[in-house]
């Protein structure tokens, strides 16, 4: 049936600049996942990208006392407010992720994590009273790709396989500062096979607009995946006078905002000016929804899930107990068992003895008898 | 002073070194041994298929020797590469590569020495130093990479360096070093750290070594090609913002390595090697062959 044109406006036309106004008021909640190796500039590039310190740089001091090999999920919460728009703003970092000899399962916190979050947003809904949920399911994760020049590596693979099947996975190489342009083309270009070839699914994004301008600028946003990074909050100045956000070498400046130099600015234009919505939409819509039917599928309405606790520094405490509790069992087991030989001893001993008081009773008893039969015939 | 006058006795008949280089993909160890050659001895990794990516190949020891000729000096530099380090999820299995490597070497060295008669043309292939490549985090070291050190420098002459140190900016790199010797000192790794003896030695030496010794780990940027700056001919990385320079000192400490690594310590590590840790190990295994056999 098709729409019926209204003749004189009537104020539907308004709809939009009321809803405008609600959520406008209402604010917003922004939940970004940065995973990666440490030191490829993730904090960096936080505080780059709100231009304010979100998250303090680390501190040294304490590095000598750290002794556990664990990944840590970290959680950062900020209120941004531009023009009177308020957005809630949840960083989740993931140090430790990477960093040591043996990585295997090192991505299973980070999975989990995102897992949970699902889970509790779906409880949540469950729940007789649900006007007041908590959302911290994640709108977008940032995956750091550390700038090798070759390739990605095989953890690398494994994460990002993970990942793009639950969250809106967006791959940025680190530290783009270290590439020369050739090197970077190649680079990139190596990158969208490995991650074609290894179906590795990437957020992508309706190109399509109404207006040319959108549609050849989400283009140019899309080109440019996965996205080059230079992080910086420092001001600098440049060779030719002007003052930069930049990175100040002796052989010249590195521009965060310069489009030559790095993707940030694409990247910034994705994140928060064109597509925030986006990333929330499809998050809500499409990660949550199949996360949603698949646990659906199996558990009733209220039901817990059923949780496998799979940190790790757990596994080798975990082998570490079972190993101790098994060495236990066998010592009491042999305690038992000899225990077990001491009593069948005593038995015995004591059934001999028995027996040779039988016999010393029977020999008794023949010996009477004989007396017996002794006495009678003398009696006649 | 002893190891100039050696040198000038050696200098027609030339001199054998062996150098290893250690590092995760990427930090331009490849690179790194070409420069130092000038020429093109490691050829460039092949593109492996991208449908192959996530398999994990482990680590391959694979030695390349090139003729040198430094200032009239004749070198038979052998270098010794070890692709796949630190690439794989788990990486517990590669230190044990390593150090077989290097102590099957002394294993050689050593029944050689005991048979009755000897080859006079054998081939010493034991390594006189290693270059380990630091991961320019910006922060501290890793895990990884105080294990391998600390592993390894038992059985050779660890030398930390900084691999695309053309990441940091000058501040930086000095923080980084800063804090990567501080590391190297609280995990007690006794790296080489070109050693002299304040009453022995003349001031010259004294000099030389103090400077060498503040400048590690040396930070390190390889280039293969040449560009043109200025008018001349350069070995150097062309960036939109500039230019880094391999053989600028300003930019990089690669110059220095080169000149202690093949002219001024060249002797002294061989002679560490040969007096000392080689000798270590030679009393360690007896003493377990003659514990073995009681």
């Not at chain 1, 980070?110 to 006007?131: A, G, L, T, V």
């Not at chain 1, 010249?252 to 940030?264: I, K, L, M, P, W």
């Not at chain 1, 087991?333 to 016999?359: C, G, M, P, V």
């Not at chain 2, 192959?52 to 090139?66: F, L, N, Q, R, S």
């Amino acid at each position: 049936m098709a729409p019926t044109q209204v003749g004189t406006g009537i104020g539907i036309a308004n709809l939009p600049n009321q809803r405008h106004k609600i959520v406008a008021k209402n604010g917003s909640n922004f939940t970004l996942m940065v995973c990666g190796e440490s030191g490829l500039g993730k904090t960096t590039f936080i505080n780059t990208l709100f231009t304010t310190t979100i998250k303090t740089p680390r501190t040294y001091k304490r590095r000598f006392n750290k002794t556990e090999k664990t990944v840590e999920i970290e959680i950062i919460r900020a209120e941004l407010e531009e023009k009177q728009f308020n957005v809630k703003l949840s960083v989740i970092d993931t140090p430790g992720f990477g960093d040591y000899t043996n990585n295997r399962d090192s991505w299973m916190p980070i999975i989990d994590f995102i897992d949970d979050q699902h889970e509790s947003y779906m409880r949540q809904d469950q729940q007789p009273k649900r006007n007041e949920l908590s959302d911290m399911r994640v709108h977008c994760c940032l995956y750091f790709i550390r700038p090798t020049g070759h390739t990605l590596k095989p953890l690398d693979i494994e994460v990002m396989k993970r990942l793009g099947t639950r969250v809106n996975l967006i791959p940025v190489i680190a530290k783009a500062d270290t590439m020369t342009p050739t090197d970077l083309h190649k680079f990139k270009k190596r990158i969208l096979e490995v991650i074609a070839a290894q179906n590795i699914q990437c957020y992508t994004f309706p190109l399509d607009s109404d207006d040319e301008a959108s549609t050849k600028r989400n283009m140019s946003i899309m080109a440019a995946m996965p996205f080059s990074i230079i992080g910086s909050t420092e001001d600098v100045v440049t060779a030719d006078g002007r003052t930069v956000k930049g990175r100040q070498y002796s052989w010249g400046v590195a521009e965060v905002e310069n489009e030559d130099h790095c993707d940030f600015k694409k990247l910034r234009q994705l994140l928060i000016r064109t597509h925030m919505l986006d990333l929330i939409h499809s998050t809500e819509e499409s990660h949550y929804e199949n996360y949603r039917r698949t646990q659906m599928e199996t558990r009733k309405i209220g039901e817990p899930k059923v949780k496998t606790v799979t940190n790790p520094k757990w596994k080798e405490e975990e082998e570490a107990l079972r190993k101790r509790f098994t060495e236990q069992v066998r010592l009491e087991e042999n305690r038992f068992r000899s225990w077990e030989q001491q009593l069948i001893a005593e038995r015995d001993r004591l059934n001999k003895d028995l027996e040779a008081e039988h016999s010393h009773i029977k020999a008794l008893e023949a010996e009477l008898e004989a007396m017996q039969a002794g006495l009678s015939p003398k009696r006649k | 002073m002893a190891h100039r006058i050696g040198r000038r006795k050696n200098v027609k008949k030339g001199f054998q070194f062996t150098l290893m280089v250690v590092g995760a993909s990427g930090l331009g160890r490849t690179t790194f041994i070409n420069t130092l050659c000038d020429a093109d001895v490691v050829p460039k990794r092949e593109s492996d298929e991208p449908d192959m990516a996530h398999v994990e190949e482990g680590i391959k020891i694979k030695p390349y020797t090139v003729e040198l000729d430094e200032d009239g000096v004749k070198i038979s530099l052998t270098v010794v590469d070890t692709p796949g380090f630190g690439d794989m999820i788990d990486n517990e299995y590669c230190f044990q590569e390593i150090l077989g490597y290097l102590e099957r070497q002394y294993d050689d060295i050593l029944s050689e020495e005991s048979r009755i008669k000897r080859n006079p043309r054998f081939r010493d292939n034991r390594v006189h130093a290693l270059l380990y490549f630091i991961t320019p985090t910006g922060h501290s070291l890793r895990e990884i990479d105080i294990e391998l050190m600390k592993r390894l420098s038992p059985r050779i002459n660890v030398i930390p360096v900084i691999g695309k140190a053309d990441t940091f900016t000058p501040g930086e790199l000095a923080d980084f070093k800063k804090r990567v010797m501080e590391d190297i000192e609280h995990h007690n790794i006794p790296i080489y750290n070109f050693p002299y003896d304040p009453e022995e030695d003349d001031e010259e030496t004294i000099e030389e070594n103090s400077e060498l010794r503040s400048l590690l780990p040396f930070a390190l940027i390889g280039c293969e090609e040449e560009i043109m700056v200025n008018g001349r001919k350069v070995r150097g990385r062309q960036y939109p913002w500039g230019i880094v320079e391999v053989d600028n000192t300003q930019h990089c400490d690669f110059a220095k390595l080169r000149f202690a690594l093949l002219s001024s310590h060249l002797q002294d590590l061989k002679e560490i090697t040969h007096d000392y840790l080689y000798e270590n190990y030679r009393t360690e295994k007896l003493s377990r062959t003659a514990e073995m056999s009681e």
